[in-house]
């Protein structure tokens, strides 16, 4: 098929127990096309540990009920439930308070109720400064706000090797700079920022720092303290929980700042027929119902995760990602978008002669599963040339033998084309 050395299929040289973490996510043992199922596609939305899958089957079995106002003991147990679900997030994210983290359906409803609040405050003028690097979650709520306020957008530019340039940051920043939003980890080259330049930088022009934490919480310990941000989201489907929720953290001054998103029960303090006052946050950012189970279940997956050695997974993904390049050097039809010194393990890459969606189809055939099209970055696309390309991102439950299966089945996929 090629002459690229073959390695053992084992991670019996790593300290790191990749069998007993596969052991705990049960879709891993099923087939795709006849193939094992290789599943590269973490970044977009991780797998569901059995952590997760069992809190929330079991709360809905044994204890369910709305939260917060009922006076029955399911309401009770629920409640407390949930609320221990902000106590696992601001212990993952080192956060002071409880009342610092605010649940969403997600990093991009967290990033739009930052960018709806504050957008009441500024003034056609004022200036936000994101990134070429970013996900569409962190432009286009910014962009509403030059669209409906005339705010200014500004970008940062991106490197060569995927990164983003903080050189060219503080030429950007000035007295009319009210916002630098950019992202903790490139969810298409895998580049990590320098969050406290970022921060100290903007800091220096009294700009609010947002962090889009999507990418980066699943692979760094992160600590908001450390970092001193005045908002970091981050979504939970991507940390092994469930769909439909995330989180935001928020400094406490940061937070009392801001007009409620949206309204309904929950988060009011009182409701007269001519006044209204909101509660204090968290709960004067969350409306209505919350996603009661979707708070548990991400609650068990971070729990699990913390009691992990997260610098031992680091170290895992990093081989794999190594071993994946090493096998697919030397094939001059193979690029990698991004080689960031220190980058996570996210491999974007283009095949020459073959559209990225063909190329996520023939890794289908073997049972491989990557993302295939812009990543939601088209800025970042059209930085790099390209309209499209392929993404196998690497996570703590793949092995190197699907590493080894990933750049087997690319080459296999090349040869469709030549």
């Known amino acids: 098929m090629d002459d690229a050395p073959h390695f053992p299929q084992t991670d019996a040289k790593t300290a790191f127990d990749v069998a007993a ?43 369910y009920s709305n939260v917060h106002r009922g006076l029955h003991t399911l309401a009770n147990e629920t409640t407390e439930a949930y609320e221990a679900a902000r106590r696992s997030v601001a212990r993952f994210l080192n956060a002071p308070s409880v009342d610092q983290i605010v649940f969403t359906k997600g990093a991009t ?25 970013e996900h569409h979650a962190n432009i286009i709520p910014w962009h509403f706000l030059r669209e409906r306020k005339g705010v200014v957008l500004k970008f940062l530019p991106v490197k060569d090797d995927g990164s983003l340039d903080l050189d060219a940051l503080p030429a950007l920043l000035g007295p009319k700079t009210k916002v630098v939003a950019l992202t903790h980890m490139s969810n298409v080259t895998g580049a990590i920022s320098d969050t406290a330049r970022i921060v100290a930088t903007a800091k220096s022009v009294g700009a609010l720092t ?30 092994f929980g469930p769909t439909g929720i995330g989180a935001l953290y928020g400094k406490a001054e940061a937070l009392a700042a801001l007009a409620p998103y949206q309204g309904g029960g929950e988060m009011i303090g009182s409701v007269a027929m001519d006044a209204i006052t909101y509660a204090d946050p968290p709960h004067r950012f969350e409306a209505g119902t919350p996603p009661i189970l ?37 094939h001059n039809w193979f690029r990698i978008l991004g080689d960031a010194p220190g980058k996570g393990a996210t491999l974007s890459f283009t095949v020459e002669g073959a559209h990225a969606h063909d190329i996520a189809q023939l890794l289908d055939r073997y049972g491989v599963a990557v993302r295939a099209g812009t990543h939601c970055a088209e800025p970042l696309m059209r ?7 392929a993404r196998a991102s690497f996570a703590l439950y793949n092995t190197l033998g699907e590493a080894d299966a990933f750049a087997d089945a690319l080459i296999k996929a090349r040869g469709f084309f030549a």
């Open 21 to 63: 973490i596969r052991a705990q996510f049960p879709i891993l043992s099923r087939q795709v096309n006849g193939k094992p199922l290789v599943y590269l596609d973490s970044a977009a939305s991780s797998q569901k540990v059995r952590a997760c899958i069992d809190a929330m089957v079991h709360s809905m079995e044994h204890s």
């Open 210 to 239: 947002l962090l889009d934490g999507c990418q980066a919480a699943v692979h760094l310990p992160v600590d908001v303290q450390a970092i001193d941000c005045d908002f970091y989201v981050f979504s939970s489907h991507k940390l």
């Open 294 to 330: 979707e708070a548990i279940g991400m609650a068990a997956a971070l729990d699990w995760l913390m009691q992990q050695d997260r610098a031992a997974i680091l170290a895992h993904e990093d081989a794999l990602y190594a071993r994946a390049v090493e096998r697919l050097a030397g």
């Open 109 to 133: 409803e967290a990033i739009n109720l930052v960018a709806s609040s504050l957008g009441l405050q500024l003034q056609a003028g004022d200036e936000i400064v994101v990134s070429e690097l």
């Open 383 to 389: 930085r790099f040339g390209v309209t499209s390309s």
